[in-house]
């Protein structure tokens, strides 16, 4: 009695296709391994001549970023234009919702300019949920990261990342170490690897950088480097943002960096084939070091590469859960 | 006017009453049970075969949204809300706009409750100015006014001094505090109970401790002032301890509980469906148990509405952004019915904690059906079921989590003051 339905049956269509992306949770191993496959040959093909796909021709991407990011937005923007759709980039200020405007009422007005897609970028948890809710049932949503809920595009080129250099996840140990807290990426990156049936997953945090339970997510806890990074095969760092040390969670900059920040002394207790990643911008000097982050066994411009890949690939997938969706919608209407 | 309520199963706690007879109302109050009274000729004949007749219900906690926000509710709407939900009298919540901190704002709303005549409003005055936490508002002359009680609700009053001196000044004048605990510092900008599922869903969780470390301030400082005082809506299964230990040690302090809080946990929120976004927060199933069990032993002895109506645009937003609470003055009395189909208290014993018990929280004549007493009363089907609809809700606040379900018991009538308010 008075139990709620499954949260994330809405962005699969009922025949299990993608339709929104809005989190790696409750998603099927198979449907990720999919998205790997195809992000895989997009990858292939960005290294060609001619660098576009004609799956999107026709469709109009809105990139609605309520907050800033230039990095993911321009990725975005990019696997649009390569699968040639039509682009519209709008940094919606925040501040004009203060002006009496809704959220509702921005989504009621870019409804009528006809989009395919939003690209949805916002600092509430469960945005791009409740966008998905309320838009016409025709706009595919990607989540590009609601808050500290859920970045999954970003997990998604992390896996292929970790793929494309590790081969098989199960094996795997992996460390993630940072601000988990406010991290929507820590969250999705969890859920993808624990989907994709990794061995182990470990946070490594400071007790005031880690939220209550988060070990019921499957993970193992750590709050100190030396024992966390032992015998690792990835460390996926975080971005610390320097507004935590306004509000008791940390001391100062170099304390974190002594405790946590990656360094080559660090790193040499993770496995001598361990590698590195890092969602980006780096703040070099407090959660990395600058050997590191340059070094042989740093990925994280790869994962800029395949950003553009796997972004291209929930894309395509998303248009195209939506459009076998439409196409059904049209024929339950004639029939 | 004289009304006979004929062949109900009459049910008052406070009469040991539980038996079918006739129920006869004269000029307002009740004046038998049973037999009619010599020369009785009822004006009105009210069926109650297969129905339950109790004492109108008290809901120690409503937000009436008038004067201020009126969008969202105003007296009208939601006292006509009430007795459309068996409720008789309101207990309501000072954060209006103008706050009821003047002897104007809260003569105001009993006036215009009075002139409406539909449900019985009692307001509860701002312990501290603007609820601020730092002037003590003219608690005398607002009880004088017709304030039952003081509250700061969730805005704790942050100097311990400051909260000592208004319990004692309280006290002096023998007046009632209601606490509504929360450590504003620990509750944050959180917007959900603190635990796996906040973790998951990204959302700023409110801590248990935010709850518990306000229930043992309070307390402590109740006991050293002696202050009459009340807990509202307690979420957590550790303050039903806290307030278990203290009245084990002697203390009258008495507690209370939303019904969502007995019925609902935070898994709820799963899906960011803002219908769920309440305060106090929905916590764990380990806390529902808690408060369960409470309610079982007496700790907590009344269930309240808790009652936040919200205009649709509130609860239009991603789930932090839009406002907690529910509507819940037409769901009380239904959802409250379920805990006697789980087999968690005899029916008897839920009509107490709606009636008698927070009659005697609030130290007032209601909440009876005693012979004598004025005649609010409460008559519903307890086996009629019925689908929760926005049409279905006289309340001007369509926020409930439960639109959509079916629910078990409706009030078929309802008397305030012997005059018949509410017929379905």
Redesign the interface.
Known sequence: MFEATDPNAIQLTPDGQLRHFLTIEGLPRELLTEILDTADSFVDMSQQQVKKVPLLRGKTVANLFFENSTRTLSTFELAAKRLSADVLNLNINTSSTKKGETLKDTLMTLEAMHSDMFVVRHADSGAAHFIAQHVTPNVAVINAGDGRHAHPTQAMLDMLTIRRHKGAFEPLTVAIVGDILHSRVARSQIHALRTLGVGEIRVIAPKTLLPRHIEALGVKVYTEMTPGLRDVDVIMMLRLQKERMQSALLPNESEFYKLYGLNRDKLAYAKPDAVVMHPGPINRGVEIESEVADGPRSLILDQVTNGIAVRMAVMSKAMSGQLSQREELIQEEQA | MNIVIQGGRVIDPTQHWDEVADLYVQDGTIVALGQAPEEFVADEVIDARDQVVCPGLIDLCTNLREPGFTQKGTIASETAAAVAGGITTLVVTPDTRPIVETAAVAELIQDRAADLGFARVLPMGALTQGLAGEQLAPLHGLASSGCVAFTNMRNAIHNSQTLLRCLEYAATHDLLVVFQAQDNALAGNGCMH???T????????I?ETAETIEVSRCLLLVEQTGVRAHFGQLSCERSVRLIEAARERGLQVTADVTIQNL??TD??V????SA?HLQPPLRSPLDRAGLRQGLVTGTITAICSDHQPHDP?AK??????TEPGMSGLETLLPLSL?LVEQQLIELPQLIETLTAAPARILDIDAGTLEIGSQADICIFDPAAEWTLTPEALRSAGKNT??LG?TLKGQVNATLMDGRIVFRR
Request: charged share 10%; glycine share 10%; aromatic share 12%.
């Open positions: 603190d635990d796996t906040s973790t998951r869903l990204g959302l700023v969780g801590p019925l609902l898994e709820c799963n899906g960011f469906n769920y645009i239009q937003a991603p789930f932090a952004a379920s989590p439960f379900q």
